[in-house]
């Protein structure tokens, strides 16, 4: 099959979280099991900042939002059997980061509108177009209600991921004809209206022939009524339509039997010697002191959405009974200072790296013993199953893709791999910490658990094998 994939990032190029990894892993794993791949994306700054990129330049052509016209300079280039097609143009992409400006909505407008042309101007022919969040949410109305006829588009299906429905890409409904050109009467008969303006999530859900999210008991939740995303509604006309798929890892980057970046590498066999090395080199980077306690890591954004300021309520228990906390990550300017505040009363227990480490990431689900992972809400969530691999026990809420993929202690289950609670609370939170201690204890115990964790496969052949099953029902 050919397949085209049209997003606002994507490994290697260009990343600021998980859609990133999700786009890159899928469809290199898709390369390998034999379909023919393109990735399309915005040619941003920091993708022209990096060095040893073999471009080609294709061309150029206008695009037109009303009566502003812009170019798109298109190129090309090939990394691990995918094809990337990267749309440029510096009054939108030219700047320091990829997301957070007041323009956003006009800047992948410009993009969707692009990447649109695009098909047309090189004659790409694709089987399936699949798009990613509310980015390039239009993307499937814009053909559907005006370039059906053409034949590049003849018989091409289009799939929507949807990695984070908290953004629904709301713009005015002035600019659903001001921006892409569409009739008012699709704000009017609700196709595209949420909250009384035009969502291009939204736009995406209703006009995709096929809707995903990144795990099953996630897509479950979106349909429940009441769920805090309030797309119940929508994705209720999607019955048939609409399913769960989980992410996976990428092994060849995440793999501690090979990972360049640990201090000793191990696999379930060896997990005992290799992790006790790693935990070591991680207390030591960490400025911690070198002891038997257990360590808690921590790898996230640092947001009342991953659940941090339940960890700061249990932080001061898990100090009280000897364990060690590593934290890296920034975010809420309130919750970093919490973790700056701790670090400061209790130097021996609480380390804090804000911002992003790779180096330290593998460190840390290399050489911690348990990953705390307590989200409000969770899609699917990574580091839980990375975690996992490194034989590292998540401590997670049972919510999203975290109740798809830990299994949990205490309840009655041989194959347990970490910890789960129900309730978002810190007495929750607290009870998981305090059986994660229990098994720490036991070594017999905190063995069978880490070889179960290890055990689990969290690789994207089993996702790219459900995907391309989809975009052959489809």
């Known amino acids: ?14 990343k600021t979280g998980g859609l990133a990894d999700v786009v890159y892993s899928l469809s290199k794993e898709l390369v390998i099991l034999g379909e023919e791949v393109s990735v399309i994306l915005p040619f941003y700054k920091k993708i022209k900042d990096r060095s040893g990129l073999k471009l080609k330049r294709l061309g150029n052509y206008d695009v037109y939002l009303s009566w502003r016209k812009q170019a798109a300079n298109i190129f090309l280039c090939y990394l691990d059997g995918i094809t ?17 400006y007041e323009d956003d909505g006009e800047r992948f407008a410009f993009f969707t509108l692009a990447a649109r042309s695009l098909f047309q101007f090189l004659d790409l022919r694709v089987d399936v177009i699949h798009i990613h969040d509310w980015q390039v949410g239009m993307l499937p109305t814009l053909v559907r209600e005006q370039s059906m006829d053409l034949p590049v588009f003849s018989g ?116 005992e010697e290799g992790k006790k ?27 009342s959405q991953k659940g941090v300021d339940l960890v700061i309520q249990v932080a001061r228990g898990i100090i009280d009974r000897g364990g060690k906390m590593t934290i890296l990550g920034s975010g809420e300017y309130e919750l970093e200072q ?29 050489g911690s013993d348990f990953f705390l992972m307590p989200s409000l809400f969770e899609p699917c969530g ?19 893709g975290l109740a798809d993929t830990v299994i949990p202690y205490g309840e009655g289950r041989d194959d347990a791999t970490g910890f789960l609670f129900d309730d978002y609370s810190g007495s929750a939170f607290w009870a998981e910490i305090e059986a994660a201690f229990a098994v720490y204890r036991n070594q017999r115990i905190m063995n069978s658990l880490v070889r179960n964790a290890m055990n689990v496969d969290y690789s994207w052949k089993t996702s790219a094998e459900a995907y391309l099953a989809l975009y052959k029902r489809s």
Not at 283 to 290: F, G, K, N, R
Request: hydrophobic share 40%; net charge negative.
């Open 156 to 271: 091409t299906k289009f799939v929507m991921t949807l990695h984070n429905e908290a953004f629904k890409g709301l713009i005015d409904r002035y600019f659903l004809n001001h921006f892409y050109g569409l009739d008012d009467i699709l704000f009017d008969d609700g196709r595209v209206r949420f909250d009384g303006m035009v969502s291009t999530l939204k736009a995406g859900i209703i006009y995709s022939d096929e809707v995903v999210a990144v795990s099953p008991n996630h897509a479950r939740e979106l349909l429940t009524p009441g769920d805090p995303m309030r797309l119940d509604g929508v994705l209720a006309l999607k019955e048939g339509h609409f399913q769960g798929i989980l992410n996976g890892i990428d092994l060849l980057e995440f793999n501690p039997s090979e990972d360049p970046l640990i201090e000793k590498n191990y696999d379930v066999h060896s997990f």
């Open 338 to 366: 919490a973790f700056e505040a701790l670090r400061a009363e209790f130097p021996n227990n609480v380390a804090i790296y804000r911002g992003y480490n790779n180096q330290l990431a593998h460190d840390i689900y290399a």
């Open 1 to 14: 099959m050919k397949i085209a994939m049209v997003a606002s990032e994507a490994n290697p190029l260009c």
């Open 84 to 100: 990337f097609y990267l749309i440029g143009n510096d009054y939108y992409f030219g700047r320091e980061e990829l997301y957070g």
């Open 382 to 400: 990574i580091g839980q199953m990375l975690a996992q691999h490194y034989g590292t026990l998540p401590i997670c809420r049972r919510v999203g």
């Open 277 to 303: 090395a790693c935990k070591e080199r991680l207390l030591s980077t960490s400025l911690l002191p070198i002891s038997d306690d257990p360590v808690f890591g921590l790898v996230s954004r640092l947001t």
